[in-house]
């Protein structure tokens, strides 16, 4: 088994078929199918299902899919540490965050790292559906995955970065008494919500479901920042952080709710399959943890 067969294999699975991973590779489709047919052969199973055009990964496909990663990142890691004068750690972070976590406290303790590890790169991507964070990590597609509480995965390690309240978030002009408004007293207005999928959005649609309200629903979009637009425009509602709240208060109608809604967010990882730089990574998040603790 070489290390190039692997490459393309992930290739592959990435861009879903053997056109996109030659092209990102800059290698003939030939090339890659090759490759691919020798990797099948030596390991004895067919890696992947051909669909019309596209391939997706077989069951043993899948099963290669996280120890194959494991693999380049830990080939990248030495290769960098080679190239490399010192101690320091090198190479690349690969951290898939949910895009309901407060952005402010991702970007802290990204900043927090690059601060004391310049040489480590921090690939940061989006967690879709935050039930899938334990699958993200045990297929190998990232290190750390950023996402509320509660999750799955007994094998895994976890470092609380914080906790995030959600506020009500009105189009300019609209009317709403002051200070927080209670679940059943929200403004009978359209709202922007994202769609069903076990997000802590969801969780706060169903809350308001629950109480008796039934709000007519305009849009439902994934994108917080497309979210925020659309209230801006006037178009309806939304629940939001707290900290993008306040930042368009001058702008919005803002206010928080009652019960409160509020959320535990973590970092997850797998403690006995770090990188050196993961394990950097995970030092200096638990050092922040440690001296927010302190100073709360």
């Known amino acids: 088994m070489e290390l190039r067969q692997l490459e393309y294999f992930l290739a592959v699975v990435e861009h879903g078929g053997i056109g996109g991973a030659s092209a990102s590779l800059g290698v003939t489709q030939p090339t890659v199918s090759q490759a691919l047919r020798a990797l099948e052969r030596e390991v004895g199973v067919q890696l992947f299902h051909r669909i019309g055009r596209g391939m997706v990964p077989s069951s043993a496909g899948r099963a290669l899919v996280g120890s194959t990663r494991q693999i380049m990142r830990d080939v990248a890691a030495v290769d960098d540490a080679l ?6 750690p090198t190479g690349r972070v690969d951290v898939l965050a949910s895009p309901f976590i407060d952005g402010g406290a991702v970007i802290d303790l990204v900043a927090g790292f690059r601060a ?3 040489g480590v790169t921090v690939r940061l991507g989006d967690l879709r559906v935050e039930t899938q964070a334990s699958a993200m990590i045990e297929e190998g597609r990232c290190e750390f995955v950023i996402t509320h509480l509660p999750t799955v995965g007994d094998d895994l390690d976890m470092i609380v970065l914080g906790e995030q309240e959600f506020w009500l978030v009105c189009p300019p002009g609209t009317e709403v008494p002051d200070g927080p408004i ?6 009978r207005i359209p709202m922007v919500f994202v769609p069903r999928g076990g997000s802590v959005a969801e969780e706060i649609e169903s ?8 709000l ?14 659309m209230v801006l425009a006037g178009i309806g509602a939304t629940l ?6 306040e930042s368009v208060a001058d702008r919005a109608v803002v206010r928080p ?16 399959g770090l990188s050196v730089a993961g394990q950097a990574f995970a030092d200096v998040a638990r050092s922040m943890a440690a001296q927010r603790a302190v100073q709360e």
């Not at 809350?207 to 039934?214: F, L, M, N, P, Q």
């Open 182 to 187: 209670p679940i059943a007293d929200l403004p």
């Open 240 to 245: 939001l952080e707290r900290r993008v709240a």
């Open 207 to 214: 809350a308001i479901r629950e109480s008796g309200v039934r």
């Open 83 to 88: 190239s490399a004068a010192g101690d320091e």
């Open 216 to 229: 007519p629903i305009a849009v439902l979009s994934d994108h917080r920042e497309q979210r925020l637009s």
């Open 257 to 272: 709710v009652s019960p409160r809604f509020a959320r535990t967010f973590a970092m997850i990882f797998d403690p006995g």
């Open 116 to 118: 004391r590890h310049p």
